[in-house]
């Protein structure tokens, strides 16, 4: 009995930590270049990741599409491209 707690613990502790999450939650608000916010409806945004902010190539690329209402847009980053396990969130990105 006790190996077989032991084996469905361990199973379960491997199941429980595949599951985690990479993804990063954002949520904005999508203004034209007057400040204005943009109309109800679907944008192309490409979400860009650096490491310094004189930093010239982005360490994380991705695009997705995505609905705004009155202008506020809620993005997963990480969904369509996979965050790299490198990005540790260990510091400001």
């Given at each position: 009995?006790?190996w077989f707690a032991?084996?469905?613990v361990?199973?379960?502790?491997a199941v429980a930590s595949?599951?985690?999450?990479?993804?990063?939650?954002y949520?904005?608000?999508?203004?034209d270049?007057?400040?204005r916010i943009?109309?109800?409806g679907e944008?192309q945004?490409t979400i860009?990741?650096?490491?310094?902010?004189?930093?010239s190539e982005?360490?994380y690329?991705?695009?997705q599409?995505?609905?705004?209402?009155?202008?506020?847009v809620?993005?997963?980053?990480?969904?369509?491209?996979?965050?790299?396990?490198?990005?540790?969130?260990?510091?400001?990105?």
């Amino acid at each position: 009995m006790r190996w077989f707690a032991f084996v469905l613990v361990v199973g379960l502790a491997a199941v429980a930590s595949a599951q985690v999450p990479r993804v990063l939650s954002y949520q904005g608000i999508l203004t034209d270049s007057q400040g204005r916010i943009l109309p109800d409806g679907e944008y192309q945004l490409t979400i860009r990741l650096y490491d310094r902010v004189d930093a010239s190539e982005p360490i994380y690329v991705e695009e997705q599409r995505v609905e705004a209402v009155r202008g506020v847009v809620n993005v997963l980053i990480g969904t369509v491209e996979p965050l790299p396990w490198r990005l540790t969130f260990d510091r400001v990105y």
